[in-house]
């Protein structure tokens, strides 16, 4: 059993930056692969990024590629996304998860979520 909290969310103007951090609880954390997802108000759940177990191979959504990086630290339980210059699309409520099977690209292949955390981005 894997439990995930969100943090690091916020207000910020286009532009800028922010870093959110998922802490996870549980043994199967270093073994698992982890990504970050998206909502958006009246808009479908959306990938975001992936890391695999080690850290060594990462996945994006061709909309944050190059602005955008997820990283992991398998000593404290934690993976982070630095999002960088973050445009108003990128608002969304933000979900860590962790992988169970399947596609890295798709929700239905993640177990295990966090609550989410809010990203606004000002124009």
């Known amino acids: 059993q894997v439990q995930l909290v969100e943090s690091g969310g916020g207000l910020v103007q286009a532009g800028g930056s922010l870093r959110l951090s998922c802490a996870a609880s549980g043994r199967t954390f270093s073994t698992s692969a982890m990504a970050w997802f998206r909502q958006a108000p009246g808009k479908e759940r959306e990938f975001v990024a992936a890391i695999i177990w080690s850290g060594r191979t990462t996945y994006y959504a061709d909309s944050v590629k190059g602005r955008f990086t997820i990283s992991r630290d398998n000593a404290k339980n934690t993976v982070y996304l630095q999002m960088n210059s973050l445009k108003p699309e990128d608002t969304a409520v933000y979900y860590c998860?962790?992988?169970?099977?399947?596609?890295?690209?798709?929700?239905?292949?993640?177990?295990?979520w966090g609550q989410g955390t809010q990203v606004t981005v000002s124009s």
């Open positions: 998860a962790g992988h169970q099977s399947g596609s890295y690209y798709r929700s239905t292949s993640y177990g295990y």
